[in-house]
């Protein structure tokens, strides 16, 4: 487990009065860069008032298990698409609580930068993938000659993807491959862009590419019931959702100041696109993208703290 940024802010003489709590408010990390930035800008929040923090590497589906039984503190950024499911299953077993959305909404699916379009016409509505010279152009060397689909880590949706490629009745000219990890998906958008061929991957907003050009997939439309793992037939996109926050039952009575803070705290769609931005665009880590954000965003995140 990681400790706190020491040097992410300047503590003034009376802050150490201030802090909730000698123990360290506990915050996971996770495999995309937004998230992980965002846990060193709220850890340097907590530490501007006293507070100590430590940061944990967590599975994102598991995270909110540990979060209901006292062994992680937080979570941050919960996805509506992704983990909405296992974010319920520990609210509804107690010790964890919904602390509020973020500004900003999200959608998690598949899409492709806009250069691919005139690879595949009729995109982006998800009938262009039936047109066998569409798929052709998406073929790669690890796709069995079919156009492939890169995913995100498995641990995100498990079969999610799979399952809908199938129902839409697209199983005889695509497939799906899992990345390792959220790099994976931006060395590939490099790579294809240099090589000249189509690309279809998982992508997300709010996150840097939404300044880069990048076109989400028009699949029909969500509706509650319509994925396999709630009883339906799978052909349906995801969701316009919320970003949420999740806390520990006994966060707000052993650091309430920390508490009131979390719950004071909302970042927009730009503000969490900047936050990734540094790390993935500008190749900064994700501790000095957290210390810059902090120093050029004062008017926002100082306000929270009163």
């Not at 590939?188 to 998982?202: N, P, Q, V, W, Y």
Request: proline fraction near 6%.
């Amino acid at each position: 487990m990681a400790v706190g940024l020491a040097a992410v802010l300047v503590i003034g003489p009376g802050s150490i009065n201030a802090a909730d709590s000698k123990r360290p408010i506990i915050i996971p990390t996770h495999n995309w860069s937004s998230q992980v930035v965002m846990a060193y800008v709220i850890g340097g929040i907590f530490e501007s008032i006293g507070n100590r923090v430590a940061y944990t590497p967590s599975d994102s589906q598991a995270v909110y298990e540990s979060i209901r039984l006292g062994d992680v503190t937080i979570s941050h950024e919960v996805w509506q698409s992704a983990f909405g499911a296992s974010f319920d299953k520990a609210r509804d077993k107690g010790g964890l609580l919904d602390w509020g959305d973020h500004e900003a909404r999200t959608l998690e699916d598949m899409g492709y930068p806009n250069w691919v379009a005139e690879l595949c016409p009729g995109l982006p509505n998800w009938e262009a993938l039936k047109s066998p010279d569409c798929a052709k152009n998406f073929v790669t060397p690890d796709s069995g000659g079919k156009g492939r689909w890169l995913e995100g880590p498995q641990s995100w949706h498990q079969d999610l993807m799979p399952q809908r490629l199938e129902a839409l009745g697209l199983g005889d000219l695509w497939m799906v491959k899992f990345a390792g990890g959220a790099d994976a998906l931006w060395a590939e958008l490099a790579a294809a862009k240099k090589e000249g061929r189509g690309t279809i991957i998982f992508n997300w907003t709010p996150n840097f590419t939404d300044g880069a050009g990048f076109t989400f997939i028009k699949f029909p439309p969500y509706y509650d019931g319509c994925r396999p793992a709630d009883g339906g037939d799978g052909k349906c996109g995801s969701p316009d959702g919320y970003l949420k926050k999740a806390v520990n039952d006994k966060f707000p009575k052993t650091h309430p100041h920390a508490a009131r803070i979390f719950k004071k705290l909302s970042f927009t769609t730009s503000q969490i696109g900047a936050m990734a931005a540094l790390v993935d665009l500008d190749k900064m880590t994700h501790e000095d993208a957290a210390k810059k954000w902090l120093a050029d965003n004062e008017a926002v995140w100082k306000p929270w703290t009163k």
